[in-house]
């Protein structure tokens, strides 16, 4: 096994066991309690992790993802470090394809987490009264105290970063970031390693950002590793199946297209009738590559599931009343990757406006004349050209409705060009010095009257209230 394929396989097993790992949490949960009784107010607040800073790296709205990362092994005087090292994984994910037209999609943490000792455990296995890597690694057995106990060797895999028990990580979001909806934490140590699961680990090895992303991968869009790393590990993911019909993978929509096949995992002796869509130039395989055309879809339609596309709008009330002027509707805040496009489609009591299709609507007031009242909706979707699902066109609308009412105040009069109107006893009085058209409809939206007025014409008609030219008329006994 070479390099990467060890530290591959290491980051699945995290991806596979997180169910393990909470079981532990649990247990650990009363060795906790009993501790918190001998500790001072000021060492649970610490403990808690509420004093520890939180650096905002990028905030872009309440909708979008809070991305948090967090440090072991980063003692006091350390932090620098950390928060630079933050900020590096941050850039190269988002240098990233699809990721960089998806930057501002996200709010960017950092959470200065102190650890009393610099570094992270190596604890190695018991072997002959003496403690030594249980993958023969050279790098010194030793314990290292860090706020979340992150070692190597988890699972006697040596490039596996993990935590014995997630209890403080847990505890410490909770206190500082409740709201949290992707989690890192990096390992201050150079040593290769990594792990993608519920949470994502990573060290600063020279190849820190590749693994980053590369559990990203694992962590945030639930990717499967793309090469063979035990039958144990085989299963339906996103990017791995067992159909390999051509019309009927669950990657049908890119098969055929750059590169996209069914490829058997583990080549033609091994992964016990697996598939993958690529062979060898996917960043799930191998890093330093690209995420190929399933993986890098099924990362946008995981944004499409966490973020809406319309995030405000105007008017912010859904229901309104009109009194005869024009009502404007905008979408003044949504949520678009770079270079990609929105789809905006209104429609009017369900009849697609075909030809609005911006952010913005403008309700004629005289559409009043035939039904009242009336609804504006309108539907967002976000256009990426790295998304072919069918499902998404159905599946990630953003949709906002408004009904809108006549004012419950008739106006007595009004006057436009040449023409008035006005509301008399018994009926209304039409004026015009050209002829001029005009229906009168009922509130119901049916037709009480249509004349040709030039001149001067008077309408008789019962008390009540009509609708002329989109503007509501009282007429009085
Ligand atoms: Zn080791
Ligand atoms: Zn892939
Ligand atoms: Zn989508």
């Known amino acids: 096994m ?11 097993v995290l991806f596979v066991q997180g169910i393990e790992i909470n079981a532990q949490c649990m247990v650990n949960t009363f060795d906790n309690v009993r501790q918190i009784k001998k500790i001072s107010a000021s060492d649970f607040r610490k403990q808690e992790g ?10 872009t709205g309440p909708e979008a993802i809070n991305f948090v990362l967090l440090g072991d092994g980063y003692t006091e005087t350390e932090q620098t470090k950390f928060v630079t090292a933050a900020k590096n994984v941050y850039n190269a994910l988002f240098r990233k394809i699809p990721m960089n037209r998806y930057k501002k999609w996200f709010n960017l943490y950092a959470i200065e987490v ?17 403690y030594v890597c249980p993958e023969g690694s050279s790098l010194p057995i030793k314990n290292v105290d860090t706020y979340f106990g992150i070692h190597f060797d988890a699972y006697n895999i040596h490039r596996l970063p993990c935590p014995d028990n997630s209890t403080k990580i847990y505890n410490l979001l909770k206190a500082l970031m409740p709201d949290y909806q992707m989690v890192g934490i990096l390992c201050n140590t150079s040593e290769y390693g990594g792990a993608g699961g519920s949470f994502l680990t990573c060290t600063t ?24 790393a035990g039958d144990g590990y085989l299963g339906e993911y996103i990017n791995q199946t067992a ?32 598939y993958k869509p690529v062979n060898g130039t996917c960043e799930m395989e191998y890093l330093n590559k690209e995420f190929c055309p399933v993986c890098r879809e099924a990362i946008v339609e ?31 805040r949504y949520y678009k990757g770079t270079s990609n496009k929105i789809n905006f489609e209104w429609s009017i009591n369900n009849v697609v406006q075909e030809d609005e299709t911006s952010n913005q609507l403008i309700l004629k007031s005289d559409v009043f004349e035939t039904v009242t009242p009336q609804t504006v909706k309108v539907k967002a979707n976000e256009v990426c050209p790295y998304v072919k699902d069918t499902k998404h066109a159905t599946k990630h609308v953003s949709t906002v409705t408004w009904r809108v009412q006549l004012g419950t105040v008739g106006v007595e009069a009004f006057t436009h060009d040449d023409f008035s109107v006005e509301a008399v006893n018994g ?3 039409l004026k015009s010095e050209k002829p001029h058209a005009v229906t009168v409809y009922s509130l119901h939206g049916q037709k009480v009257a249509h004349v040709n007025v030039c001149g001067e014409e008077m309408i008789q008609l019962p008390a009540g209230i009509y609708i002329v030219d989109g503007k509501k008329m009282l007429v009085d006994r």
């Not at 102190?114 to 003496?130: A, R, T």
């Not at 590749?210 to 090469?227: K, P, R, V, W």
Request: aromatic share 12%; proline share 3%; net charge neutral.
């Open 114 to 130: 102190i650890s009393n000792e610099s570094g992270i455990s190596h604890p190695g296995v018991l072997k002959d009264g003496k």
């Open 427 to 429: 009926g209304l009085r």
């Open 302 to 332: 995981e944004m499409h599931n966490r973020v809406k596309v319309i995030a405000e709008y105007q008017p912010t009330a859904r229901s309104l009343t009109m009194d005869g002027d024009d009502l404007t509707f905008t979408i003044t």
């Open 2 to 12: 070479n390099r990467l394929k060890k530290y591959a396989l290491a980051t699945l």
């Open 205 to 228: 090895h020279s190849s820190a950002s590749e693994i980053f992303i590369h559990e990203f991968g694992h962590t945030f869009a639930s990717l499967a590793d793309e090469y063979y």
């Open 50 to 59: 509420q004093d520890f800073p939180i650096d905002t790296i990028q905030y």
């Open 243 to 274: 159909n390999n019909n051509s019309n009927t993978i669950k990657w049908k929509h890119w098969y055929g297209q750059s590169g996209v096949s069914a490829f058997p995992i583990g080549g033609s002796t091994k992964g016990n009738g697996y």
